[in-house]
């Protein structure tokens, strides 16, 4: 209890936090902080592409098949996996055909979820602005954003101050925006995001994919995908014989009063790690605030809490919760909210912590790395 009253002191607004996650246009997401906001996931898997995992060691990590059409043609927004030149075509979620002239050299995205993807894929000079958010705590790529002098907002005139050859749109952004940037002659691509693109198995391997291939950068997202997969699979393997022993522990996300149910990311990373998400179970539709009687109805067996917001603290002292399982037996894990709500391959590290946190067992002597 200590610990979580230290951490309260620093902790940052959950509804904030979720909506840039989200995406980085404030105007878009005027209407959205009432509550925390997830996207909707997909009723059916989105198709993977085939993918090499990375060898033991990366410094002898063979080239990946980056002009292998078979390794392309499950991404269905390229016109022709074939084409690895330039100019090359996308069809975007509106289904417009765009055409990109070459590879792009000035490049912004419109969510954070995008730029922690993009930065994993090209260098930082190719990125031309950043949104302030990239910058904050919730952010994967900090470090990498404080390189990018120009920030940029939902304003398209600061987009446009960037002078990109290449915008990438969140499905989020108003059309107003994305006319108002093509009017003025730049290239821009609208992507479905977030957990729309969440596939069971493989997480958002094919939101890098598709990405890499607009950046011109397909070995590089074949090795990030390969990267996501093997992580995913060492996860896995463990699950499969300590699920044998054990049932699934009842998990229970608690971020400042809300919790996360179906049709988040949140639920993928439960369900990943191993765990079933209590909320979801009791009928949970994306985010929902709920107070201590809501949580007493859940039964959880644990309780992940964002490292970054305040408000679990509080429910823990509330006297119902004195002798509940997660309190009495300390299952209480909190988790950096960077790797469990933006929307990136970044989620597997979420995946990883809280694998090792339901599982200590399984997973003792297990390490998990960083993503480079």
Not at 135 to 144: G, K, P, R
Request: aromatic fraction near 6%.
């Amino acid at each position: 209890m200590r610990a979580l009253r230290t951490l309260g002191a620093l902790l940052l607004p959950v509804v904030a936090l979720l909506a840039f996650a989200c995406s980085s246009d404030p105007a878009t997401n005027a209407t959205q902080q009432a509550a925390p906001r997830q996207e909707a996931v997909t009723a059916q898997p989105a198709l993977v592409a085939e993918v090499v995992p990375p060898s033991a060691s990366e410094a002898t990590a063979p080239a990946m098949p980056s002009r292998d059409p078979a390794a392309w043609a499950a991404i269905p927004a390229i016109v022709d996996p074939a084409n690895f030149g330039w100019p090359r075509a996308v069809k975007d979620i509106s289904g417009t055909v765009v055409e990109i002239k070459e590879k792009p050299q000035r490049i912004v995205t419109l969510s954070l979820g995008f730029e922690e993807i993009t930065l994993a894929l090209v260098p930082v000079e190719r990125v031309a602005g950043i949104t302030p958010y990239a910058s904050e705590v919730y952010s994967n790529v900090a470090d990498l954003a404080d390189q990018v002098p120009t920030k940029i907002s939902g304003d398209p005139e600061t987009v446009l101050a960037a002078h990109p050859d290449l915008v990438i749109a969140y499905h989020f952004t108003e059309p107003e925006v994305i006319k108002h940037l093509r009017d003025a002659g730049v290239t821009v691509v609208q992507v479905e995001g977030g957990e729309t693109t969440l596939d069971p198995q493989s997480g958002y391997v094919n939101q890098v994919l598709l990405l890499s291939y607009l950046y011109g950068e397909e070995e590089s997202g074949l090795l990030l995908a390969a990267r996501i997969k093997a992580r995913l699979d060492k996860v896995h393997q463990v699950l499969r014989t300590a699920l044998k022993d054990h049932p699934a522990p009842r998990v229970l996300y608690y971020g400042g009063g809300w919790s996360p149910g179906i049709d988040t990311n949140v639920d993928w990373i439960i369900r990943t790690a191993g765990g079933v998400n209590a909320a979801a179970d009791t009928g949970i539709s994306g985010w929902k605030e709920v107070g201590v009687e809501s949580v007493l109805q859940m039964h959880p067996d644990f309780l992940v809490y964002s490292a970054d917001y305040p408000g679990t603290e509080d429910l823990l002292a509330n006297p119902a919760m004195a002798d509940t399982p997660i309190v009495r037996d300390g299952r209480i894990v909190g988790i950096p909210d960077r790797y469990m709500t933006t929307l990136s391959h970044w989620n597997v590290r979420g995946v990883e912590e809280l694998a090792k946190a339901l599982w200590p067992d399984s997973f003792a002597g297990v390490d998990f790395e960083s993503f480079p």
